[in-house]
């Protein structure tokens, strides 16, 4: 698996390639956190969607590393969802565990989740399913340019290496 270092450039395609294809008909987005924030926050500008929610889930602890199953942290209450069109958003689906939990619960909410990411992994995924949308499909581990890692960080006005 090679490590692939996107660019800012790399996401704002992405989005614009979701973007065309997920339509404009949801009541609210979700956005998986972390990574589906930045990802979210672009595609909510671009569909004038303002109802946004957040979920609030660990699974990933490094590359390649995750817990047994993925632990919410935070989730909106049900009835936020229920009867409702939920655009879900993340960054990736690699494993696919952490987005299906996510519809899942989106689902025991009464809600009709849509998922959406940027990046999919098929030969990664646990799951016959896929995302409903999603821009590129990859093998590669991937460092986005909001990452910690990414040479296109700076803090404190210096690069991370």
């Not at 997920?22 to 979700?30: E, F, H, N, T, V």
């Not at 960054?91 to 696919?96: A, E, Q, T």
């Not at 399913?129 to 990859?138: I, S, Y």
Request: charged share 20%.
């Amino acid at each position: 698996m090679d490590t692939i270092q996107l660019t800012w450039e790399d996401i704002h395609e992405c989005v614009a390639c979701l973007v065309g294809q997920i339509g404009r008909d949801y009541d609210c987005m979700l956005v998986v956190t972390r990574g589906g924030l930045v990802p979210a926050c672009l595609i909510s500008e671009q569909l004038d969607l303002r109802n946004i929610l957040a979920a609030a889930v660990m699974f990933y602890t490094g590359v390649d590393r995750t817990l047994q199953s993925p632990i919410f942290l935070q989730f909106p209450s049900d009835p936020l969802l229920a009867g409702k069109k939920v655009l879900v958003i993340d960054d990736v689906w690699d494993s696919g565990k952490t987005i299906t939990a996510v519809k899942q619960r989106v689902v025991e909410a009464q809600g009709q989740p849509t998922i959406a990411v940027l990046h999919y992994k098929p030969a990664r995924s646990h799951f016959a399913e896929r995302p409903d949308f999603w821009a590129r499909e990859t093998g590669d581990w991937l460092i986005y340019p909001w990452d910690p890692r990414s040479k296109y960080v700076q803090v404190r006005g210096a690069s991370v290496p």
